[in-house]
């Protein structure tokens, strides 16, 4: 009966189609219908962009010429320009006359990239260190989470402190990193009580039980449960990077030359009395406000994806969800 049925080979093409939709364009749609998702990732874009924009203006590329006009610190300004009072200058200039929109757009690459390896290395190692301590038990449980607790019980700022005072980091890499050095220990725990109650699900005890391989189960049974819990952290992580490198920059633990940092911008702003004095005030509340945007885009941005690994968020906002009613009627319990 099956002579004369033909078979349809599958080709390259149609497979990345397939993942495309599935892996990128299916998520996409799934998070872009919430309102937080779009303002958070606008307000990232708009960070990103900067970010570009200063990087291109720092370098030798094409039409540099006509975008100079953004670089900071030259000093040939007016004195001390308050905020919208020269739209050569619309966020004002410091003491001696640098403009203070130009130094926040040159601060961002710096931040970003701070953010993007403290974040991504302490959400990798405490989801790496979690979800195999809680999965796999025994020794390996015990011994990592013996690290984890020894970690937890040094404290992190004076941590960070020491680390860059010994190393003197100047890569903007290395900075996150030494920010979140034992940050993971605390995530690594709360991801491993996570596991623990996860394995114990029937699926999990299927997928072990048909012989199906530890890497394969964590990523496919485990991990796509955690997901929420791991963005929401990592977007505490990228935070905790961002109020940590300014209040070191603030305070001179890591020294910098120019006022090209949100941190040390508001170091000046003190230094002169912006609390008390309202005619300087801008050169500490226009960092700030960089600061709280920046952090703000995060969390919108991690709360508007929940509904992407949440199926019950998911099904609740395309409405699929059914009423106590309909679930009576279904079983027959409303029946008369």
């Known amino acids: 009966m099956f002579a004369d049925s033909e078979f349809t080979e ?41 970010g570009v924009v200063a990087w291109v203006s720092a370098s030798e590329l094409l039409f540099l010429d006509r975008i100079t006009i953004i670089e900071p610190a030259r000093g040939d300004g007016p004195i001390r320009l ?8 619309p ?36 989801t790496v260190v979690g979800t195999v301590a809680g999965y796999k038990g025994g020794v390996t449980e015990r011994s990592l989470m013996t690290l984890s607790d020894v970690l937890m019980t040094i404290p992190g700022l004076p941590l960070v402190i020491v680390l860059i005072v010994l190393i003197d980091p100047s890569s903007p890499y290395l900075i996150g990193i030494i920010i979140v050095i034992n940050a993971w220990a605390g995530l690594a725990r709360t991801i491993h009580s996570q596991v623990l109650t996860i394995r114990e699900h029937s699926y999990v005890e299927a997928s072990r039980t048909m012989g199906i391989g530890t890497p394969t189960i964590i990523r496919k049974d485990i991990l796509p449960n955690l997901m929420p819990y791991i963005l929401i952290n990592f977007t505490s992580m990228a935070r905790r990077v961002i109020y940590d490198s300014v209040a070191l920059y603030f305070l001179g633990v890591i020294s910098v030359q120019t006022i090209e940092n949100w941190g040390v911008m508001m170091n000046i ?20 406000v960089f600061v709280v945007g920046l ?27 059914k009423s106590k009613d309909d679930e009576e009627i279904t079983t027959g319990g409303g029946a008369l």
């Open 10 to 50: 599958v080709t390259t093409g149609q497979r990345l189609s397939e993942v495309f939709y599935e892996s990128i364009y299916e998520p996409f749609v799934i998070a872009w219908s919430d309102w937080r998702t779009k303002v958070g990732l606008s307000i990232i874009s708009l960070y990103l962009l900067l």
């Open 295 to 321: 952090s703000f885009g995060l969390i919108l941005f991690s709360q508007g994806t929940d509904r992407l690994f949440n199926p019950r968020v998911r099904a609740r906002g395309s409405g699929t969800t």
């Open 269 to 288: 702003g003190y230094e002169n009395n912006a609390l008390i004095i309202p005619e300087v005030s801008h050169l500490l509340f226009v960092p700030m």
């Open 82 to 89: 308050a905020p919208f009072q020269d739209w050569s200058y």
């Open 91 to 126: 966020l004002g200039t410091d003491m001696i006359g640098r403009d203070l929109l130009a130094a926040m757009i040159h601060a961002t690459p710096r931040m970003l990239q701070m953010i993007l390896a403290g974040a991504v290395f302490a959400t990798a190692v405490a």
